[in-house]
């Protein structure tokens, strides 16, 4: 679905899913001014379509917009426009237990600008793909190294944003992390080199005796739906959960360490290698706090459960 461009995002289309033209003084091709968001729809037993808290996809893009100097759709918007989407590719959405529509929403500066500046005219536009598991092993535990030279975000940067070219800047750490076999790069801040802050694209949780901690939202790494979702859904469950500065020496003795994120959903991880040093846990398999936090949250969002928290959206 591609809305109109110009800042008014009121007037959108369904087209077939293709190229895209483009003016090559676009303000996102040469200042990289871009945001996008990724969410998913679930096909539920009875046939309807689940979404899961849309509505913090759309605000978290109106953040972004701020700072990247940009206009932005309403949440009643960015909401009409991902159902017609979901709707109009609805065969796409794989049957209940084997997928789910991965749902791009992309807002660019697509007007031509050649001094730097933010562009005059924007488009937001909406792509889909069917999707099973992120990473290689499934809901197998990952394997993660820790990058101490590169940093994907900085102090009063953009980490905090879901910009285009914050992956960008973890390409290269991360291309050398799988060619050695790593599923994923863990970032460390780049002032103390010394807490904890993210995985490339999704956030990171660390358990000691029962309880819960995640580094805290300070502006370097992205606010996380899923991790707020399983702040909730562990506290629920009686967990003690703590949004602090976790250091790196904390996972030397860690129980278990997971990580979340709208692709990977609750990904154990198997092993940590810091400074040529790797620390595995849970004996190599899934340990007991992610697989009860991911057993929740996946029935939740399939609509398998209960839904208390009222976080799911069907699409009609
Ligand atoms: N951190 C980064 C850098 C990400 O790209 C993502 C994926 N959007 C996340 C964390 C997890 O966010 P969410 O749970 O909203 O998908």
């Not at 483009?22 to 679930?42: C, D, R, T």
């Not at 084997?98 to 992309?106: A, C, E, F, H």
Request: aromatic letters at 8%.
């Amino acid at each position: 679905m591609k809305c109109a461009r110009d800042g008014d995002f009121s007037k959108g289309e369904l087209q077939r899913f293709g190229n895209i033209e483009m003016n090559p003084s676009a303000g996102v091709l040469n200042y990289g001014q871009g945001l996008f968001e990724g969410l998913k729809a679930y096909r539920k037993e009875d046939g309807n379509i689940l979404l899961f808290r849309p509505e913090e996809n759309a605000l978290r893009m109106r953040l972004g917009a701020e700072r990247m100097c940009m206009p932005s759709p309403t949440v009643e918007q960015f909401l009409e426009a991902v159902k017609a989407t979901v709707l109009a590719n609805k065969r796409w959405i794989p049957p209940p237990g084997k997928g789910s529509l991965y749902i791009r929403p992309l807002l660019m500066g697509s007007g031509a600008v050649l001094g730097l500046a933010p562009a005059p005219e924007y488009t937001f536009l909406i792509y889909v793909s069917p999707v099973g598991n992120y990473f290689k092993e499934g809901v197998a535990p990952i394997h993660l190294i820790i990058e101490h030279e590169l940093h994907r975000a900085t102090p009063g940067g953009t980490g905090g944003v879901k910009t285009i070219g914050n992956y960008a800047a973890v390409l290269k750490a991360q291309s050398a992390a799988k060619a050695k076999g790593y599923s994923d790069v863990l970032y460390l801040d780049c002032v103390h080199k010394r807490y904890l802050e993210e995985v490339s694209s999704c956030n990171i949780f660390v358990v000691k005796d029962n309880v819960i901690s995640t580094p805290a939202i300070k502006g370097t790494i992205l606010p996380g739906i899923t991790r707020k979702s399983i702040i909730d859904v562990a506290r629920s469950q009686g967990f003690q959960v703590e949004e602090r500065h976790v250091a790196v020496d904390e996972l030397l003795d860690a129980d278990e360490v997971f990580c979340t994120g709208t692709a990977v959903v609750v990904s154990p991880v198997g092993s940590i290698t810091y400074m040529g040093k790797r620390v595995s846990y849970s004996d190599g398999g899934v340990g007991v706090v992610s697989q009860q936090l991911y057993s929740v949250l996946t029935r939740l969002q399939m609509g398998l459960i209960e839904d208390k928290m009222d976080w799911t959206v069907e699409v009609r």
